[in-house]
């Protein structure tokens, strides 16, 4: 009988070495874009005014009560109150007071409140029946991307535009 014995597949210590580097060169380029702020947290930014001023349209048809969407751009904050301001609306997750601020929220670091007016102030207010009192829009601006959200005046559709 005669038995081959064959070589053995193996990769040399050089050729490991170099795909070891360039593995590390790819992290040290790739790691820290991906921990920056980026548009991903702009649109989930985005997403989150949209979804509370779409809550604050339905609570106030749902208790046939004006609401208010209040923006401070000076905090990039914004709060759900009723029709005269003394109150906080509850959040639905929790039932705690319906207070979003993007600065205490590391979810959207680096994302701010900009251009906002709804008739000349930075208050959105939804009448009893689910319609805003006028229409307007604010900015959600992160370090790479700038989105619009509109509120029409007579139906109160939201809309959202990368800019």
């Given at each position: 009988m005669n038995h081959r014995i064959g070589?053995?597949?193996?990769?040399?210590?050089?050729?490991?070495?170099?795909?070891?580097?360039?593995?590390g060169i790819a992290g040290a380029i790739v790691v820290p874009q991906l921990l920056a702020p980026s548009s991903l947290g702009t649109q989930a930014a985005g997403r989150a005014v949209i979804a509370d001023i779409i809550y604050a349209q339905s609570d106030a048809v749902a208790h046939q009560k004006a609401r208010k969407v209040i923006f401070d751009a000076a905090t990039d904050s914004y709060r759900l109150t009723d029709d005269a301001d003394t109150n906080l609306v509850a959040n639905w997750i929790g039932g705690a007071q319906y207070v979003v601020s993007f600065s205490n929220d590391s979810r959207f670091q680096g994302v701010t409140l900009d251009n906002i007016n709804f008739g000349g102030t930075s208050t959105l207010e939804f009448d009893d029946?689910?319609?805003?009192?006028?229409g307007g829009n604010l900015e959600v601006v992160g370090d790479t991307s700038r989105y619009l959200i509109s509120v029409a005046a007579l139906t109160g559709r939201v809309t959202i535009q990368p800019q």
């Open positions: 070589k053995l597949g193996a990769f040399t210590l050089i050729e490991v070495l170099v795909v070891v580097v360039i593995i029946l689910g319609s805003p009192i006028s």
